[in-house]
């Protein structure tokens, strides 16, 4: 049997970044399932290093899809016996539910999968603003096998231990067990990661089962937990060409209204051609880089996720943002340089 383990987080809290460390740790045969929840799977273009196998699954969250959303076919490939996998990680959307996923793959039909654990990505800055504000603790606490305290680095270092010391506080209100273990950039101790994940095979006294066996009966009836299923919506644009960077610039420091992660690889037009670059934005935050080199295997778009969306004109706001340019501006390309300096 082989573990799955579910990686979770709300949009942008780090999951990629956390699922490219754990892939680099040699040695462990692993397979991934990637969800993205644009039409695009911009994160599976991001998953480099070394996974051995792999199914990508876009289009919407993958708790909300029809039929498990095709989780249950990518499981039953991923765990054939004969690719020989130590482990299959499943990372979600930022808008899937923990519970219903760790309920998803606690109920697979695939024949050797078995529930590896839950990971949740929790971004230490952002988490108090955006998933815990206040009142009881959120419930994704208790599908927790452990909890990742992520983007220490952006906090003042005499910040961190108090913000980790809440963080675990809350934790603690849902969930007795599961470690809260701070990072930087995702880079979480691989073996720690495995380790509790393969431990837990949760016996029946772990608040996760006992939570799941609550969803079963209650609530809105197929397993979610509804008031807490934040139902984002995500609008996808492709690029036709090397765009603007300065209009790219514009539209991530200025999103449309409701906008609250925006990513994507797209080529901006430089002297020397088109240039692929990595733009992300979580919250009020920008981040570009140079796009990593297997993006190349998705098409070049943008996709804006955010809790409720004026989709008409999200869409005209990317699609202007995307409209290929003849010439290179360099007072972009200058801001575009002086981006990438911050996010180095
Ligand atoms: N400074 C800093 N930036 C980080 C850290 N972790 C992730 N980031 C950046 O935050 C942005 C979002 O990271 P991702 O790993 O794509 O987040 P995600 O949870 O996979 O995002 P979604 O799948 O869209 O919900 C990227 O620009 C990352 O480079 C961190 O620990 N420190």
Same mark, same amino acid.
């Given at each position: 049997?082989?573990?799955?383990?579910?990686?979770?987080?709300?949009?942008?809290?780090?999951?990629?970044?956390?699922?490219?460390?754990?892939?680099?740790?040699?040695?462990?045969?692993?397979?991934?399932?990637?969800?993205?929840?644009?039409?695009?799977?911009?994160?599976?273009?991001?998953?480099?290093?070394?996974?051995?196998?792999?199914?990508?699954?876009?289009?919407?969250?993958?708790?909300?899809?029809?039929?498990?959303?095709?989780?249950?076919?990518?499981?039953?490939?991923?765990?054939?016996?004969?690719?020989?996998?130590?482990?299959?990680?499943?990372?979600?959307?930022?808008?899937?539910?923990?519970?219903?996923?760790?309920?998803?793959?606690?109920?697979?039909?695939?024949?050797?999968?078995?529930?590896?654990?839950?990971?949740?990505?929790?971004?230490?800055?952002?988490?108090?603003?955006?998933?815990?504000?206040?009142?009881?603790?959120?419930?994704?606490?208790?599908?927790?096998?452990?909890?990742?305290?992520?983007?220490?680095?952006?906090?003042?270092?005499?910040?961190?231990?108090?913000? *980790?010391? /809440?963080?675990?506080? =809350?934790?603690?209100? &849902?969930?007795?067990?599961?470690?809260? +273990?701070? !990072?930087? @950039? $995702?880079?979480?101790?691989?073996?720690?990661?495995?380790?509790?994940?393969?431990?837990?095979?949760?016996?029946?006294?772990?608040?996760?089962?006992?939570?799941?066996?609550?969803?079963?009966?209650?609530?809105?009836?197929?397993?979610?937990?509804?008031?807490?299923?934040?139902?984002?919506?995500?609008?996808?644009?492709?690029?036709?060409?090397?765009?603007?960077?300065?209009?790219?610039?514009? *539209?991530? /420091?200025?999103?449309? =209204?409701?906008?609250? &992660?925006?990513?994507?690889?797209?080529? +901006?037009? !430089?002297? @020397? $051609?088109?240039?692929?670059?990595?733009?992300?934005?979580?919250?009020?935050?920008?981040?570009?880089?140079?796009?990593?080199?297997?993006?190349?295997?998705?098409?070049?778009?943008?996709?804006?996720?955010?809790?409720?969306?004026?989709?008409a004109e999200v869409g005209a706001r990317?699609a202007a943002?995307?409209?290929?340019?003849?010439?290179?501006?360099?007072?972009?390309?200058?801001?575009?340089?002086?981006?990438?300096?911050?996010?180095?």
């Open positions: 049997m082989i573990p799955v383990i579910a990686l979770t987080g709300h949009l942008g809290a780090g999951k990629t970044t956390v699922l490219n460390h754990l892939l680099r740790r040699p040695g462990a045969r692993v397979g991934v399932v990637v969800n993205d929840f644009g039409a695009i799977n911009v994160d599976a273009g991001l998953v480099t290093g070394q996974v051995d196998e792999a199914a990508s699954i876009a289009g919407g969250c993958i708790c909300c899809l029809p039929e498990a959303g095709g989780l249950d076919q990518a499981l039953s490939r991923l765990t054939e016996p004969r690719l020989r996998l130590d482990a299959v990680i499943v990372e979600a959307s930022g808008a899937a539910e923990p519970l219903a996923l760790a309920r998803l793959i606690r109920s697979s039909g695939a024949e050797h999968a078995r529930p590896g654990g839950l990971v949740d990505v929790i971004d230490a800055v952002e988490h108090f603003r955006t998933v815990d504000t206040g009142g009881l603790p959120p419930a994704r606490y208790a599908a927790a096998s452990l909890v990742i305290a992520n983007k220490m680095d952006l906090l003042p270092p005499e910040q961190r231990e108090t913000r *980790l010391a /809440e963080l675990t506080a =809350r934790v603690r209100e &849902r969930n007795p067990v599961a470690p809260v +273990v701070p !990072t930087e @950039r $995702g880079a979480i101790d691989p073996a720690l990661v495995f380790d509790v994940a393969e431990a837990e095979d949760p016996p029946d006294q772990l608040p996760i089962a006992a939570l799941l066996r609550s969803l079963e009966t209650g609530h809105d009836g197929h397993g979610h937990d509804a008031p807490l299923h934040e139902h984002a919506s995500a609008v996808t644009a492709r690029a036709d060409g090397p765009a603007d960077a300065g209009a790219i610039l514009d *539209l991530l /420091e200025d999103p449309p =209204r409701g906008v609250y &992660r925006l990513k994507g690889c797209v080529a +901006v037009r !430089t002297p @020397r $051609g088109g240039r692929r670059y990595l733009f992300n934005l979580v919250g009020a935050s920008i981040h570009v880089a140079p796009a990593p080199p297997r993006s190349a295997d998705g098409a070049d778009a943008l996709v804006a996720i955010g809790p409720e969306l004026d989709e990317l943002a995307l409209a290929p340019a003849d010439r290179a501006a360099a007072a972009g390309l200058r801001r575009l340089q002086r981006y990438r300096r911050l996010s180095a």
